[in-house]
Nanobody, 128 residues
């Protein structure tokens, strides 16, 4: 059974950094695009960042451009989200997601419907 497990969330102050990790298991994710999404209390889940199968092509939400960096290490079956200069508005549960095999493989996808596999999330709280 394919699984995605996030880690690295926590409580930080504005301006701090965090690195989220997403470890995949139970299948081969290296051929598919992957992404990070987040959901704040009372709001819909929104796109944060995505990358293609190799990690050489990335896409970011405008709100995180220049502050967040997405990457992956297929040899370690792990995807990362480096978050710098965190703001209180970044507070949310962060979810990693993987598309189906060879989906979003060439170009990163920013739509929720493209992603088939989801982790349970890790909480990020940024205090002002």
């Amino acid at each position: 059974q394919r699984q995605l497990v996030e880690s690295g969330g926590g409580l930080v102050q504005a301006g701090d950094s965090l690195r989220l990790s997403c470890v995949t298991s139970g299948g081969t994710f290296s051929s598919a695009g992957m992404g990070w999404f987040r959901q704040a209390p009372g709001k819909e889940r929104e796109f944060v960042a995505a990358l293609n199968w190799s990690g050489h092509s990335t896409r970011y939400a405008e709100s995180v451009k220049g502050r967040f960096t997405i990457s992956r290490d297929n040899a370690k079956n792990t995807m990362y989200l480096q978050m710098n200069s965190l703001k209180p508005e970044d507070t949310a549960d962060y979810y990693c997601a993987a598309a189906g095999s060879y989906r979003c493989s060439g170009s990163p996808c920013d739509g929720l419907s493209e992603y088939v596999y989801w982790g349970l999330g890790t909480q990020v709280t940024v205090s002002s």
